[in-house]
């Protein structure tokens, strides 16, 4: 059983430029939610994915962008790089019919950015 | 504004003792709470929950206690091991389908 699975698992880029970081989703899943952990923080939410559409959306300035396929997998773009988005991004799937407290997020390893 | 605070940023215990991870949250809205761990290179895991009608749950060696009228929870983990050491995330939620919000983690290191 497929957990969540984010690509790539390092990146870097130069202040200006613009990423795509990509997540699939555990298997029978039908929500992404996307993180941000900067150091010794925990994981800020960005936004969150059903049914291909932006439910919810955390308090990260419109740079930040997403999308969710057919096949639940998600895309998280971010333009206008600054040195400040230097992060953990993680991707988190969940089942949303189940119950939230019982099912909880499964989280993947993470995509390290660093913006120089 | 931050909804959840985990005031000890780490905490060192020895191997067989207990560990005790602290909660304080402001948003008396919350109506679950979930305990996650993480590991150096990989995403946080769902460890234990409890439901704001409770005041204890308990999974073998893990208990999360609640108490609404303080805001607070603790996790207590009962021997701890080697294996624990980690970083341990508290995460309260709101509602049906709401996002998850997360404290800044307490780094929990278990001395052999």
């Known amino acids: 059983d497929a957990g969540v699975t984010q690509s790539p698992t390092h990146l870097i880029k130069t202040r200006g430029q613009q990423v795509t970081l990509r997540c699939s989703p555990k298997?029978?899943?039908?929500?992404v939610s996307w993180y941000q952990q900067a150091l010794g923080q925990g994981p800020q939410f960005i936004f969150q994915?059903?049914?291909?559409?932006?439910?919810q959306r955390g308090n990260f300035p419109d740079r930040f962008s997403g999308h969710q396929f057919p096949n639940y997998s998600s895309e998280l773009n971010v333009n206008a790089l600054l040195l400040g988005d230097s992060a953990l991004y993680l991707c988190?799937?969940?089942?949303?019919?189940?119950?939230?407290?019982?099912?909880?997020?499964?989280f993947g390893n993470g995509t390290r950015l660093t913006v120089t | 504004d931050q909804q959840v605070k985990q005031n000890s940023p780490s905490l060192s215990v020895q191997e067989g003792r207990i560990s005790i991870l602290n909660c304080d949250y402001t948003?008396?809205?919350?109506?679950?709470f979930l305990w996650y761990k993480k590991y150096p290179a990989e995403g946080p895991t769902f460890l234990i929950s409890?439901?704001?009608?409770?005041d204890k749950n308990e999974d073998g060696r893990f208990t999360v206690f609640l108490n609404k009228s303080a805001k607070h929870l603790s996790l207590h983990i009962v021997p701890s091991q080697p294996g624990d050491s980690a970083v341990y995330f508290c995460?309260?939620?709101?509602?049906?389908?709401?996002?998850?919000?997360f404290g800044p983690g307490t780094r929990l290191s278990v001395l052999p």
């Open positions: 995460a309260p939620l709101r509602g049906y389908g709401q996002n998850f919000v």
């Open positions: 988190a799937s969940s089942l949303l019919g189940a119950t939230q407290g019982n099912s909880p997020l499964h």
């Open positions: 409890i439901s704001s009608i409770k």
């Open positions: 994915y059903y049914e291909e559409e932006e439910r």
């Open positions: 948003n008396s809205m919350f109506d679950y």
């Open positions: 298997s029978g899943h039908d929500t």
